[in-house]
């Protein structure tokens, strides 16, 4: 069974630094794209960033370019998302995403707060 495990969220000041891990267990990530959405309290889940499988390509929600940069390390069957300069309107629960054939698999999401 496909399994995808966040973690790396926490309390952080407006300005601090978070990294973000997604671990799959059970299969590996390396011929799939892996996404990081967010959901904010009321509102609705979106999209945060995407990496392919080769890590040749990756796009970002335009309010997090040059902030946030996401990688993988398939070694270690890891997606990470370095956040950087953060905002009070990146307070959200962030999860990963990824698909292996027709199932999509979602973690349990970590929880993000930006405050000071």
């Known amino acids: 069974q496909v399994q995808l495990v966040e973690s790396g969220g926490g309390l952080v000041q407006p300005g601090g630094s978070l990294r973000l891990s997604c671990a799959a267990s059970g299969s590996t990530f390396s011929d799939s794209p892996v996404l990081w959405f967010r959901q904010a309290p009321g509102k609705e889940r979106e999209f945060v960033a995407v990496i392919t499988s080769n890590a040749g390509h990756t796009n970002y929600l335009d309010s997090v370019k040059g902030r946030f940069t996401i990688s993988r390390d398939n070694a270690k069957n890891t997606v990470y998302l370095q956040m950087n300069g953060l905002k009070p309107e990146d307070t959200a629960v962030y999860y990963c995403?990824?698909?292996?054939?027709?199932?999509?698999?979602w973690g349990q999401g970590t929880r993000v707060t930006v405050s000071s």
């Open positions: 995403n990824s698909k292996w054939g027709s199932l999509s698999v």
